[in-house]
């Protein structure tokens, strides 16, 4: 029997412009995908003919039978939201197949995001420092304290968010003043995206009663939604930073 490759492949947060390269050939080879409805809508031009199911309807040992089943017979790909860094259930399928898994890597919400803003959650002398969390732990008794990571100079990215906004902008004001910068980004790259801009003090006002990450919500659709904090969303860099890096960094090394 060959050993057929499983793929873990990174499919961005909707749009199948984001995938890579290399994600669509690994579709392309695929006898039988574990792909998400809204990944199996959204890439369904390049689905055509293969066999297709939703791994969120399995639990995880029926999972590992329908891979091992089909691995037999041709290569098989998981289609992951996003990428596969970041917040990702799909870790412990890579472990249990560790020698067959091939992980290719995209663009996870948080890229997408600020290609949608055009701002990098790095930006010199603004923010140096991008974190990473969600209100929503699976293993810390279901709750973080964001006031933790939070603070000037930090941009704050926020996944999976579970609280409402009132709650959401109190827990923040622990970390950051009230004229803070914060966007709400719901469904990037994705048909309904939005975008809502302001500051701790006026966003739940600029929202005007509508709860974008559908909290108790029992609808079979994902909430997508990400929450962006920090002065990095609205200071630009100067110029004299390129400078800098130009005459410090570069130059004396002749970096080409
Ligand atoms: C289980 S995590 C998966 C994240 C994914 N691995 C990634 O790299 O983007 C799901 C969360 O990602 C965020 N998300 C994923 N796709 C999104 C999109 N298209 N628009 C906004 N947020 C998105 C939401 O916060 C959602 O609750």
Redesign the pocket.
């Known amino acids: 029997m060959a050993d057929h490759p499983l793929y873990f492949i990174?499919c961005g947060?909707?749009d199948p412009d984001l995938i890579t390269v290399g994600g669509l050939r690994a579709i392309e080879q695929s006898i039988a995908l574990l792909a998400p409805k809204v990944y199996e809508e959204g890439f369904s031009a390049y689905l055509s003919g293969k066999e297709v199911e939703s791994p969120f309807t399995m639990d995880h040992q029926t999972v590992v039978d329908w891979v091992d089943s089909r691995l037999k017979r041709g290569p098989v790909a998981f289609l992951?939201?996003?990428?596969?860094?970041?917040?990702?259930?799909f870790h412990s399928f890579v472990e249990h197949f560790f020698d067959r898994a091939v992980v290719i890597p995209?663009v996870?919400?948080?890229a997408?995001?600020a290609a949608l803003l055009k701002r990098s959650w790095d930006i010199a002398g603004v923010a140096h420092t991008a974190i990473i969390t969600?209100p929503r732990a699976i293993t810390r008794d279901g709750r973080v304290s964001l006031r933790e990571y939070g603070g000037e100079g930090n941009t704050l990215i926020?996944?999976?968010?579970n609280l409402p906004i009132g709650e959401l902008v109190t827990e923040l004001l622990h970390a950051y003043t009230p004229e803070t910068p914060i966007a709400i980004?719901?469904?990037?790259?994705?048909p309904g995206e939005r975008v809502t801009l302001g500051t701790l003090d006026d966003i739940e006002a600029r929202l005007d009663g509508r709860d974008p990450f559908g909290v108790g919500s029992t609808s079979s659709e994902?909430?997508?939604?990400?929450v962006v904090v920090g002065g990095a969303l609205v200071s630009g860099e100067k110029p004299d930073m390129w400078d800098y890096r130009y005459e410090k960094l570069w130059k004396p090394r002749e970096m080409k």
Do not use: Q
């Open positions: 990174s947060p909707g992951l939201p996003g990428d596969f860094s970041t917040f990702s259930p995209g996870s919400a948080h997408a995001a969600s926020l996944y999976m968010l980004l719901e469904n990037i790259a994705c994902p909430t997508l939604a990400l």
